[in-house]
T-cell receptor, first 112, second 113 residues
């Protein structure tokens, strides 16, 4: 079965600093999904990556998928308190998005 | 915007009770999913459905059943609730296919006493 490892497990950064979260798969991915979860709430879809070497950005968040399609990174530039939450990566190992495997998440705190 | 609505944000039930968690989506999605989320374990798939009256077991189906009588509604049933089913339950829906994300509800925090 597919396993996803996220690092770090938790992160505390000062407002304005940059940060990177990593997601590594044990198998080649058909698709990699990034979600954000505010404490005690549901998941909000951020971005999806499918092609090796693909990079997508939305506001101050950039996600990349490596050429081998086994590792993804999520980079936040000039972090703000609104970026605080849990970031989860989800992997599609079948090409149908019918069964996603999720990492255990990275908890981000942004201090003033 | 896709809207996935879970019937309760918080629920407290007793051991042995039959518990129903309801989920409704408004985007005519074929696929619907039930996950549970526990600290240190992440999200784990319980059941999913790719069509009305169709269901497939996920990674942890034991102790649960599901019902999908209408396309927009997917119910999770705890036949006889136990304390180890205390968890955050998340419903999701999606179109399916390799480039379609799943969209999640706000979750139900279920406590079994």
């Amino acid at each position: 079965s597919q396993e996803l490892e996220q690092s770090p497990q938790s992160l505390i950064v000062q407002e304005g600093k940059n940060l990177t979260i990593n997601c590594t798969s044990s198998k080649t991915l058909y698709g990699l999904y990034w979600y954000k979860q505010k404490y005690g709430e549901g998941l909000i879809f951020l971005m999806m990556l499918q092609k090796g070497g693909e990079e997508k950005s939305h506001e101050k968040i950039t996600a990349k998928l490596d050429e081998k399609k086994q590792q993804s990174s999520l980079h936040i530039t000039a972090s703000q308190p609104s970026h605080a939450g849990i970031y989860l990566c989800g992997a599609d190992g079948t090409g149908t998005a019918s069964k996603l495997t999720f990492g255990t998440g990275t908890r981000l705190q942004v201090t003033l | 915007d896709v809207k996935v609505t879970q019937s309760s944000r918080y629920l407290v039930k007793r051991t042995g009770e039959k518990v129903f968690l309801e989920c409704v989506q408004d985007m005519d999605h074929e696929n619907m999913f039930w996950y549970r989320q526990d600290p240190g374990l992440g999200l784990r798939l319980i059941y999913f459905s790719y069509d009305v009256k169709m269901k497939e077991k996920g990674d942890i189906p034991e102790g649960y059943s599901v019902s999908r009588e209408k396309k927009e509604r997917f119910s999770l049933i705890l036949e006889s609730a136990s304390t180890n089913q205390t968890s955050m339950y998340l419903c999701a829906s999606g179109l399916g296919g390799s480039n379609q994300p799943q969209h999640f509800g706000d979750g139900t925090r279920l406590s079994i006493l």
